[in-house]
């Protein structure tokens, strides 16, 4: 079993920046590539970032591509997301997940979720 657990959302202007964690604990060396989701009230649960084990492959939505980078200390288990010039089409709940692949985009793919951290840009 693996747990992740999401911290650093929060209340932020248009502009703004905000950097989430994503803190893994339990089966960690069975998590491979691990991603960020979000998901906004009415609307699906979409991608926004991804990034492989060994931290040589990331992949952005093209809606956060330039403003967001995703990164990872494997050593302490924990995976973050930077969020810079953040825009109220940002607000959404934020997902971390994890996957025992080497490296997919796909949310179907994912094994384990963390709870999630809401995320609100005021306009």
């Known amino acids: 079993q693996v747990n992740l657990v999401e911290s650093g959302g929060g209340l932020v202007e248009t502009g703004g920046s905000l950097r989430l964690s994503c803190a893994a604990s339990?089966?960690?060396?069975?998590?491979?590539?691990m991603g960020w989701f979000r998901q906004a009230p009415g609307k699906e649960r979409e991608f926004v970032a991804a990034?492989?084990?060994?931290?040589?492959?990331?992949h952005y939505a093209d809606s956060v591509k330039g403003r967001f980078t995703i990164s990872r200390d494997n050593a302490k288990d924990t995976m973050y997301l930077q969020m810079n010039s953040l825009k109220p089409e940002d607000t959404a709940v934020y997902y971390c997940a994890g996957t025992s692949k080497t490296f997919t985009i796909v949310r179907g793919e994912y094994n384990y979720w963390g709870q999630g951290t809401q995320v609100t840009v005021s306009s």
């Open positions: 990034i492989s084990r060994n931290t040589i492959i990331t």
């Open positions: 339990g089966r960690t060396f069975s998590v491979y590539a």
